[in-house]
């Protein structure tokens, strides 16, 4: 079995090079898996599953093509796209995965994240993450009209620009002393995660036994996978 692993492509309709880069992916290199992990931020914006626009319905529909050949595609909510919700998923055939998710790949035990959790020292994105995946706030965001979520999403995402251009970088990477703490929750060696955008894999010892923490890469101006086979050879490269 073949899985491929990405993050953070951000995919807006401004962004017509790096849509039709996942495009061919999802035509592409990704038919040769058996099973697609998107780990969050899969979208620089999702306003709501009613904002049936020509760009979403294109991603959509390729999306839907995909699992309806046998791929199988898994998705988590990212700090960008936390409104995706169930008519997405009916209308794609992908499959929401909790914000910590385990899985086996030849008896090796995986915990998968969209990372931003783990960055324990930015506490005013945490304060504004914990507002945000509130049910009854998103209730009340889903209530109001098209219109004004995106003027809401474009206030957002300036907040979000000025916060990451003048904090300090360890502030936005992850700690380790929480990287480990929820690896020891779930029993792994390994750990997969997005966000921070700095893709590296990462080795270190875990109560006395080698660990990793591979960091997937943003598709800004190229993708970026992580393939591990069912023989437990992994790559993350670049195309």
């Not at 090079?17 to 998107?38: G, S």
């Not at 993450?129 to 109001?144: D, E, P, V």
């Not at 380790?176 to 270190?204: D, N, S, Y």
Request: glycine share 6%; net charge positive.
């Amino acid at each position: 079995m073949i899985n491929i692993f990405i993050s953070d492509l951000h995919l807006e309709s401004l962004r017509i090079d790096i849509t039709d880069i996942f495009l061919n992916f999802l035509k592409t290199k990704a038919r040769q898996a058996d099973r697609l992990f998107i780990l969050g931020d899969f979208f620089e914006v999702w306003l709501g599953d009613d904002d049936l626009n020509p760009f979403s319905l294109k991603i959509m529909s390729a999306l839907r093509d995909a699992t309806q050949q046998g791929l199988a595609i898994f998705i988590m909510h990212g700090n960008r796209d936390f409104l995706l919700g169930k008519k997405f998923l009916n209308d794609t055939g992908c499959i929401l995965l909790p914000e910590e998710h385990v899985i086996d790949i030849n008896g090796t035990r995986i915990l998968l994240m969209h990372g931003d959790t783990l960055c324990t020292l930015d506490k005013k994105y945490l304060a504004a993450r914990k507002k945000m995946r509130n049910w009854f706030f998103q209730k009340l965001i889903l209530w109001k009209s098209l219109e004004k979520r995106k003027a809401l999403a474009a206030k957002y995402r300036e907040a979000s620009k000025s916060h990451t251009s003048t904090a300090a970088e360890h502030i936005l990477d992850v700690t380790q002393k929480e990287v480990e703490r929820v690896m020891r929750k779930h029993g792994v060696q390994h750990l997969i995660h997005g966000h921070t955008h700095r893709p590296a894999v990462h080795t270190f010892q875990l109560d006395g036994l080698p660990a990793t923490r591979t960091v997937l890469g943003a598709w800004h101006e190229k993708g970026n996978v992580l393939i591990w086979d069912e023989k437990g050879k992994k790559e993350l490269i670049d195309f």
